[in-house]
């Protein structure tokens, strides 16, 4: 599975990595996150090292859909339900200034985006009641959203409500723009190196004359920096438990040529129903084709990941006769418990380590909005909706919501654990099919077993981040862990934290 923005000829030419270089900071992750703020710092003056286990946008960026909009499906009802007025206030100014930001940059740096209404839809009458709370608090939020009851979709619709002069944009795009960017202002960017781990240093001075405070381990040695940013998703590193504050979500997308006869809809269009079904434009050589995404779970719990895609692509060709698909992909994104993202400094990080997750989908404007926050805090100055966010206290409804979270994943982990003990020991020679995978157990040992391209590999099935069992994943062809979202390739290695090592591989 290959997104409409990651299929292309373009490759990432990395810099070269220097074991024990000494930094001003390290940024881990080449994302959105972690390239705008690298670029900010480089811009002032920092000595700036970006470290990406991949590739820029491999993850996250390069599988969103891309859409850069206030508007937000039902988010702020949501949130009010939680929070007081003024920290729905600060949600929403904070993502008007991470779109400013970066519709200003884009605009500076020549890279094209579209102009575009974005639409919430109801398709009963649930739904439209859902819709009017959503619009009281757009509209007790400052956003001058209103209501229709046709938005020129080519289905039935009760209602919708629009805020015009949104943008959507081409996710790469943006960050080659950015790597281009960050380099040309001193900033080194290296691919295929995995932060793993981070370490008190003594304060020595490089040969830079630079004073250190971290030693930042990585898979190919160690680095040393006076700040440490976590943009990796969710954060790999554990202190703050923030993994247990997060629900990890997959959810599908596909992009489709549709026939001549038929318009593809003027806008950007998110349903309030579940299954969600999103919709937007991308004009690409002279034609313009319809992404659809939606279907979203829990990571590693669905019965049969392509069966999501599936449905997602029936739902399309019913919608849209003719319509012929093109591309499809699978992208994952993190939800706080109490749906505000994270951000700042991580506890236990000596004041030096800097993260940000928890966008809830909603990245483009969220994560430029963190990396302004965070290299804001980093050269010593503040931003007034930050300071508001930083200082909200949970809901009971959100503490619940986290009791419930980790409830459900001890359940899953004593679960998936007995399970594994019934199987018979005989299973562990099975041949599964090709693209498919199987856990079984050789003596005590839990064990995942699978055949890509016609290759049976057999993996520890024990997620080395804290134990889960990991499950088979028919889509991609990957081992999920239910517990926390990390996912692994058929080989093994790692894709997705918080796990930061590859699953062990059994002779």
Not at 26 to 32: N, Q, S
């Amino acid at each position: 599975m290959t997104s409409l923005w990651l299929d292309r000829t373009h490759t990432f030419r990395s810099d070269q990595f220097h074991p024990r270089g000494t930094y001003d900071t390290v940024v881990a992750g080449a994302g959105l996150t972690g390239l705008v703020t690298a670029l900010l710092l480089a811009r002032s003056g920092k000595k700036v090292l970006v470290v990406e286990a991949r590739s820029p946008g491999a993850v996250t960026t390069g599988n969103t859909t891309a859409k850069v909009s206030l508007l937000q499906g039902t988010v702020l009802s949501a949130l009010r339900n939680q929070y007081p007025q003024k920290v729905v206030d600060a949600y929403v100014e904070m993502n008007r200034e991470g779109q400013a930001w970066l519709l200003r940059y884009l605009e500076s740096r020549g890279v094209a985006f579209q102009r575009r209404d974005a639409y919430t839809y109801a398709t009963s009458e649930d739904g439209a009641e859902v819709l009017r709370k959503e619009l009281a608090a757009a509209r007790a939020a400052g956003l001058t959203v209103e209501y229709l009851r046709e938005p020129g979709l080519p289905f039935a619709v009760k209602g919708a409500l629009r805020l015009g002069q949104q943008a959507q944009i081409h996710p790469m795009e943006v960050i080659d723009a950015l790597v281009d960017d960050v380099r040309s202002h001193g900033g080194q960017i290296v691919s295929g190196v995995r932060l793993n781990g981070l370490q008190r240093f003594g304060g020595l001075r490089g040969l830079d004359g630079r004073r250190a405070e971290v030693e930042v381990q990585t898979d190919h040695g160690p680095v040393h920096a006076r700040d440490v940013v976590l943009a990796t998703g969710t954060p790999v590193l554990d202190r703050g438990l923030y993994f247990a504050k997060l629900k990890p979500l997959r959810s599908y997308a596909a992009a489709f040529e549709l026939p001549g006869t038929t318009a593809v809809p003027d806008g950007m269009f998110l349903s309030v129903e579940q299954p969600v079904r999103s919709l937007r434009d991308f004009p690409a050589d002279g034609r313009r084709l319809l992404l659809v995404g939606g279907n979203g779970h829990p990571v590693g719990r669905a019965r049969s990941a392509q069966a999501y895609l599936d449905t997602l692509i029936d739902w399309t060709t019913a919608k849209f006769p003719g319509a012929s698909l093109t591309h499809s992909w699978s992208a994952q994104d993190y939800q706080a418990t109490n749906l505000m993202p994270f951000f700042g400094k991580l506890p236990r990080g000596l004041g030096r380590v800097y993260f940000a997750t928890g966008y809830n989908k909603w990245g483009m404007t969220n994560s430029v909005a963190a990396a302004l926050d965070i290299t804001a805090d980093i050269l010593g100055t503040r931003l007034p909706w930050a300071n508001v966010i930083h200082h909200r206290v949970t809901s009971p409804s959100g503490a619940a919501s986290a009791a419930t979270l980790n409830a459900a994943v001890a359940a899953t982990l004593a679960r998936d654990w007995a399970q594994v003990g019934l199987k018979r020991m005989d299973e562990s020679r099975e041949q599964p099919p090709e693209g498919a995978g199987l856990v079984t157990r050789r003596g005590r040992k839990p064990v995942a077993v699978s055949t890509v391209d016609g290759t049976r590999c057999e993996l520890s099935a024990v997620c080395t981040h804290l134990g889960g069992i990991v499950r088979w994943n028919d889509s991609e062809k990957s081992w999920d862990c239910p517990l926390h979202g990390s996912r692994f390739s058929s080989n093994g290695t790692v894709l997705e934290g918080p796990a930061t090592r590859d699953l062990r591989q059994i002779d």
